[in-house]
């Protein structure tokens, strides 16, 4: 059961980081005309643990564009330039076939 007063974090950049023993990832959130993105929560976990979300995220991914469409990712960019980019507007909603 979640928490009642469970606080609802939004991210749209990530930074991520690791030593011997943990997984460190920043939930940050960078606002159009903003420079720097305000970190807004952080997660460490186990090598373990994050391989097991990894394994988590990219099942849900597949059930998400079985239902929705594939989601594009850009081909010209990092993913670090996809991951820290500016903000940008959102594509146009996707419409299924």
Avoid: C, W
């Amino acid at each position: 059961m979640l928490p009642a007063d469970l606080e609802l974090v939004y991210a749209n950049l990530a930074r991520i980081a690791h030593s011997p023993a943990d997984i460190v990832i920043d939930f940050a959130h960078l606002l159009p005309g903003e420079s720097k993105a305000k970190i807004h929560s952080r997660v460490v976990m186990t090598p373990l643990s994050a391989k097991l979300l990894v394994k988590a995220l990219a099942e849900n991914i597949t059930r998400f564009e079985t239902a929705f469409g594939e989601i594009n990712l850009p081909t010209n960019a990092t993913l670090a330039d996809n991951l820290f980019r500016p903000f940008q507007q959102p594509p146009e909603p996707f419409k299924k076939p």
